[in-house]
């Protein structure tokens, strides 16, 4: 069982930058594929980003693409989401999680991903 604390998030201007870390206690961190989810107010989870478990391959949800990077660093079992040019649509809670079911495809569903932790709220607002 892989047990996540997410740190990072505030309150920050359009245009501004935050880095999200995900520190994840547990020997088996690396075995998982990991994945960023945001959700908004009155909105359900949404896909943000996810990493295999190598670190070698990444993808984004279109809204986010060329703005966000996600990135791990399994030696320190933690997942980093850098998000630049942040936009007020981008204002929810982030979670990370790792991939525990349908391990042979990359998935951005939700239900695929579990283990979540408490979240970090972003808040971008001028």
């Known amino acids: 069982q892989v047990q996540l604390v997410e740190s990072g998030g505030g309150l920050v201007q359009p245009g501004d930058s935050l880095r999200l870390s995900c520190a994840a206690s547990g020997r088996t ?28 391959n990444t993808y984004y949800a279109d809204s986010v693409k ?9 030696a320190k079992n933690t997942v980093y989401l ?34 979540w932790g408490q979240g970090t709220q972003v808040t971008v607002s001028s």
């Open 82 to 115: 850098q998000m630049n040019s942040l936009k007020p649509e981008d204002t929810a809670v982030y979670y990370c999680a790792p991939q525990l079911l349908r391990l042979w495809v990359i998935s951005f569903t939700v239900s695929d991903f579990g283990s």
């Open 29 to 56: 961190f690396s075995s998982y594929p990991m994945g960023w989810f945001r959700q908004a107010p009155g909105k359900e989870r949404e896909f943000v980003a996810t990493i295999t478990r190598s670190g070698d």
């Open 66 to 74: 060329g703005r966000f990077t996600i990135s791990r660093d399994n």
